[in-house]
């Protein structure tokens, strides 16, 4: 069992940035992804951007593609969103997940991001 806590989500005006973090504790495997989702209201959650534990291979939506980075910190087994160049249709709240198989099987609580214009 793996838990994941997310932190940093805040209200930014359009334009600013702002810094996800997700701790993971727990039966900690490496073989794992790690993904950032977002769900705004009345949509469908969708995947933001995710990285290999080991090897740190990224994939970014190309809707945050040259604005988002994702990392991690495996000693410290974190991780991290930087979202810069916030637009209002990012404003969601972001879930952090472990993603094995193609599919994510651990989730936190989430954590909102308002972003005004």
């Known amino acids: 069992q793996v838990q994941l806590v997310e932190s940093g989500g805040g209200l930014v005006q359009a334009g600013g940035s702002l810094r996800l973090f997700c701790a993971v504790s727990?039966?900690?495997?490496?073989?794992?992804?790690m993904s950032w989702f977002r769900q705004a209201p009345g949509k469908e959650r969708e995947l933001v951007s995710s990285?290999?534990?080991?090897?740190?291979?990224?994939y970014y939506a190309d809707s945050v593609k040259g604005r988002f980075t994702i990392s991690k910190e495996n000693a410290k087994t974190t991780m991290y969103l930087q979202m810069n160049s916030l637009r209002p249709e990012d404003a969601a709240v972001y879930y952090c997940?472990?993603?094995?198989?193609?599919?994510?099987?651990?989730w936190g609580q989430g954590t909102q991001v308002t972003v005004s214009s």
């Open positions: 990285i290999t534990w080991i090897g740190g291979t990224t």
């Open positions: 997940a472990r993603v094995s198989g193609g599919s994510a099987d651990s």
């Open positions: 727990g039966r900690i495997s490496l073989n794992y992804n």
